[in-house]
């Protein structure tokens, strides 16, 4: 299957600051982008669809102001965790298709811990 | 909406042993269903998709089976192995490009030496 690669695999960082996590797909051009995040022993939950050029679709309940999805080219999207707090700790996972694979790919995740 | 489950949450076997996990989707009209493995602190690793049009896709030791009509997948794993032992994790994929994945909780296998 495809490649897809999350960077970094850990942070940590100070609350108040903010985080940027890049996904990248290696090895094929990703249309669509999805970000997830997920908490001890839960499923993954979708955060935002996005498309290569255009605005991220957020999921109802994800504030994108704190979430910043940028889709600037067709192997990169990058996850901006504006003034992150405590609760944002959590693992976020990328994936990414298009309409030609037409499945998801998923990268290895990221695990942010906020102090 | 749709809703996934996948019961028991969690399952430990002994070495050896033939077993099924169960998933159950609520909205039959899926594009696809999709079973992952996920290794603790890990990202997912697809293992099996199966089209609606599909009744069961195999690899290896695995097997997955799909009854769209009664919303219900199975995976079932031959000759359990303790490298087994991780999450897996069924998702769902409604009609429609890019559409989203709809997951399960997943069910943590525990495969016992």
């Known amino acids: 299957g495809a490649v897809v690669s999350q960077h970094p695999s850990r942070v940590i960082c100070k609350s108040g600051t903010s985080v940027k996590i890049e996904c990248r797909s290696l090895?094929?051009?990703?249309?669509?982008m999805f970000w997830y995040r997920q908490f001890p022993k839960q499923s993954l939950m979708l955060m935002a669809t996005?498309?290569?050029?255009?605005?991220?679709?957020?999921e109802q309940g994800v504030e994108k102001d704190k979430f910043l999805i940028n889709h600037a080219s067709l192997t990169l999207s990058t996850l901006t965790v504006t003034s992150a707090h405590p609760e944002d700790s959590s693992f976020y996972i990328c994936?990414?298709?298009?309409?030609?694979?037409?499945?998801?790919?998923f990268g290895p995740g990221t695990r942010l811990t906020v102090t | 909406k749709q809703e996934v489950t996948q019961i028991p949450a969690a399952l430990s076997v002994p070495e050896g042993e033939n077993l099924v996990l169960n998933c159950s989707f609520t909205?039959?009209?899926?594009?696809?269903l999709q079973w992952f493995r996920q290794d603790p602190g890990k990202g997912l690793t697809s293992l099996l998709l199966?089209?609606?049009?599909?009744r069961e896709q195999t690899s290896g030791r695995l097997n997955a089976s799909l009854d769209k009509s009664s919303g219900r997948s199975t995976l079932y794993i031959a000759a359990s192995q303790p490298g087994d032992s991780a999450t897996y994790l069924c998702?769902?994929?409604?009609?429609?490009?890019?559409?989203?994945?709809?997951f399960g909780k997943g069910i943590t296998l525990s495969v016992r030496p």
């Open positions: 994936s990414a298709s298009n309409l030609i694979v037409y499945e998801q790919y």
């Open positions: 090895d094929f051009q990703a249309t669509t």
């Open positions: 996005s498309n290569e050029g255009s605005k991220a679709t957020y």
């Open positions: 909205d039959s009209a899926i594009y696809n």
């Open positions: 199966i089209q609606s049009s599909q």
């Open positions: 998702a769902v994929r409604p009609i429609g490009a890019n559409s989203k994945l709809t």
